[in-house]
């Protein structure tokens, strides 16, 4: 099992930035992939970045060069830096970690992009 907590979430105006956290912790041998999804109002969960091992991270076109995402294997942690936010990224954002046992989620963090 794999418990996933996230934290970094809030209000911000636009053009500000947001780094958002996700630890994870529990029994496992090793995660293979970790991502971030949200999640606006009134529409379904979409993927935001996704860090394979070994591979280079993935990115939805609408945060491409504006978000970074980064993973500390040795934390267990993985980190979305947001610059440039926009009001259309206001959205639960959720962590996701995936192992040879199954997908894990977060309990979500609100990011609120506004004047």
């Known amino acids: 099992q794999v418990q996933l907590v996230e934290s970094g979430g809030g209000l911000v105006q636009p053009g500000g930035s947001l780094r958002l956290s996700c630890a994870a912790s529990g029994r496992f041998f090793s995660i293979n992939n970790m991502g971030w999804y949200r999640q606006a109002p009134g529409k379904q969960r979409e993927l935001v970045a996704l860090?394979?091992?070994?591979?280079?991270?993935n990115y939805r076109d609408s945060v491409k060069g504006r978000f970074t995402i980064s993973r500390d294997n040795a934390k267990n942690t993985v980190y979305l830096q947001m610059n440039s936010l926009k009001p259309e990224d206001t959205a639960v954002y959720y962590c996701n970690a995936q192992t040879i046992t199954g997908s894990y989620w977060g309990g979500g963090t609100l990011v609120t992009v506004s004047s």
């Open positions: 860090i394979i091992s070994g591979r280079s991270p």
